[in-house]
């Protein structure tokens, strides 16, 4: 079974960071590109940073120079190292596989930024 565990999200004013975590099994992890998707109240769920295999990153406009995507090949994780949060990056966040795998959504977490 296909399980993605993430974690890391909290309460934040703006201008802080926060650093999500992903814990993958189920899938050939060290193949596999992995992406954090996040979703805004009333919007829809988005893509906004992608790693490789081979370490190639990504990222939406509206977090590049913000958000860094990591992954630990040896422990099956990815991570989100985001830095100058701003309120509209209140969202729940997801990790999944990129293109995602539709029936492998996980719980997500909250991630709210204050004014």
């Known amino acids: 079974q296909v399980r993605l565990v993430e974690s890391g999200g909290d309460l934040v004013q703006a201008g802080g960071s926060l650093r999500l975590s992903c814990a993958a099994s189920?899938?050939?992890?060290?193949?596999?590109?992995m992406g954090w998707y996040r979703q805004a109240p009333g919007k829809q769920r988005e893509l906004v940073a992608s790693?490789?295999?081979?370490?190639?990153?990504n990222y939406a406009e509206s977090v590049k120079g913000r958000f860094i995507i990591s992954r630990d090949n040896a422990q099956n994780t990815v991570s989100l190292q985001m830095n100058s949060l701003k309120p509209e990056d209140t969202a729940v966040y997801y990790c999944n596989l990129v293109p995602e795998l539709s029936r492998s959504w996980g719980q997500g977490t909250q991630v709210t930024v204050s004014s």
């Open positions: 189920g899938i050939i992890f060290r193949i596999s590109t």
């Open positions: 790693i490789t295999s081979d370490s190639t990153t």
